[in-house]
């Protein structure tokens, strides 16, 4: 099982569509948790923490689900400028608490 | 947050040969990381390199093929040593501690032919 699985999709949606991304994550002791922002050819970038109370930023919504060991990304009222790719990224477990990369969520949002 | 630049930003290499790439930061940072990018995939740490101290290589990297230096807390190389296709990829340097955010360089796009 890899130790980050999320669905590389696409997801085609329109705007002002609501989209969901999932990211499971298979170790149990892992303690942050981001979602990150990659544009084509570009470096990622940080999008939002997930918490576990959960947390709002804007449009943008992050849970986690420490019990079922997933976290989720819901995006309200798509705009075009939101095609990318969204990275879950979870850190591990060791003395420098390596953090490890989904494969990514690519989102396309259509006009 | 850090500002990060890394050079070259992309180059086109013949096979057997090697490259270095730079990553600069515009302060001080305890842990510098290496990560590669593979067309289609997601991003894999190459290793972390430590001010002081040998670089800390993930399973699947060595030091003689991805020598890393860090000469001080605001750069480091990473070098890709007799290169072949296979090599081909984006190399991100990258900057935070392990359970913070992470800041990324605009990385290196790296052709071996």
């Known amino acids: 099982r890899k130790e980050v699985e999320q669905d590389p999709g696409p997801f085609n949606v329109p705007e002002g569509a609501t989209v969901a991304f999932n990211c499971t994550y298979s170790?149990?002791?892992?303690?942050?948790f981001f979602w990150y922002r990659q544009d084509c050819r570009k470096e990622p970038k940080l999008l939002m923490s997930?918490?576990?109370s959960g947390n709002e930023d804007g449009r943008f919504t992050a849970q986690l689900n420490r019990a079922s060991q997933y976290i989720s990304l819901l995006i309200r009222d798509s705009k075009l400028s939101d095609s990318a790719t969204y990275l879950c990224?979870?850190?591990?477990?060791?003395?420098?608490?390596?953090?490890?990369f989904g494969i990514g969520t690519k989102l396309q949002v259509i006009p | 947050s850090a500002v990060i630049s890394q050079k070259p930003s992309r180059d086109i290499c013949q096979r057997g040969t090697s490259l270095t790439i730079q990553c600069q930061v515009d302060s001080q940072v305890t842990m510098m990381f290496w990560y590669r990018q593979q067309p289609g995939q997601s991003l894999t740490l190459i290793a972390t390199a430590n001010q002081g101290s040998e670089a800390t290589y993930e399973s699947g990297f060595v030091i003689d093929k991805f020598p890393i230096s860090r000469p001080n807390l605001t750069f480091s190389t990473l070098t890709v040593s007799n290169m072949s296709p296979e090599d081909s990829s984006i190399y991100l340097c990258?900057?935070?501690?392990?359970?913070?955010?992470?800041?990324f360089g605009p990385g290196t796009r790296l052709t071996v032919t």
């Open positions: 990224v979870v850190n591990g477990v060791g003395g420098y608490q390596k953090v490890t």
């Open positions: 997930v918490y576990s």
């Open positions: 170790n149990s002791a892992s303690q942050s």
């Open positions: 990258s900057v935070g501690t392990g359970w913070r955010e992470q800041y």
